[in-house]
């Protein structure tokens, strides 16, 4: 591409690069496979998986539960900026992502639970009650 500066035009191999990596990964969106990262501990009644997410409206978050796998679905709306301006920098991600987790026991989907606070998303994921370990009794005779 070619640039202008100070009426002195040149060939700016970096904004080529930048071009062609907008084609391929688009405008500032992630790999559905990176993003969002999370952690998940499980419990023998449940499993808590969270993501840092900021900047998504909860509205545009979906999580979904089949089995053991849930898979979130979320998008973030790229920054407005004016015409007249240009990225010197851009980092943050804007785009469509999804991310599906899988856990070693098989979910309860009508309890699972979901909150969002300071940019983080909390999801309960409790056990299904047939893969809950079960005390059996020992009768004496």
Not at 42 to 49: A, G, I, N, P
Not at 102 to 124: C, H, M, Q
């Given at each position: 591409?070619?640039?202008?500066?100070?009426?002195n035009?040149?060939?700016?191999?970096?904004?080529?690069f930048?071009?062609?990596?907008?084609?391929?990964?688009?405008?500032?969106?992630?790999?559905?496979s990176?993003?969002?990262?999370v952690?998940t501990?499980?419990?023998s009644?449940?499993?808590?998986v969270?993501?840092?997410?900021?900047?998504?409206?909860?509205?545009?978050i979906?999580?979904?539960v089949?089995?053991r796998?849930?898979?979130?679905?979320?998008?973030?709306?790229?920054?407005?900026i004016?015409?007249?301006?240009?990225?010197?920098?851009r980092?943050?991600?804007?785009?469509?992502f999804?991310?599906?987790?899988?856990?070693?026991?098989?979910?309860?989907?009508g309890?699972?639970?979901a909150?969002?606070?300071?940019?983080?998303?909390?999801?309960?994921?409790p056990r299904?009650?047939a893969?809950?370990?079960?005390?059996?009794?020992i009768?004496?005779?």
């Amino acid at each position: 591409m070619l640039f202008s500066t100070n009426r002195n035009w040149f060939w700016d191999p970096w904004e080529e690069f930048e071009q062609m990596r907008r084609g391929v990964w688009g405008d500032g969106a992630r790999r559905s496979s990176e993003f969002p990262s999370v952690n998940t501990w499980v419990s023998s009644d449940d499993s808590v998986v969270t993501t840092e997410i900021p900047g998504v409206d909860p509205e545009n978050i979906d999580i979904s539960v089949t089995g053991r796998t849930v898979t979130l679905r979320g998008s973030r709306k790229a920054d407005d900026i004016p015409e007249d301006l240009s990225f010197h920098r851009r980092e943050r991600w804007s785009g469509d992502f999804s991310k599906a987790i899988e856990l070693p026991f098989n979910i309860e989907a009508g309890k699972v639970s979901a909150r969002f606070k300071d940019g983080v998303l909390y999801i309960t994921l409790p056990r299904a009650e047939a893969e809950k370990p079960r005390k059996i009794e020992i009768k004496s005779s």
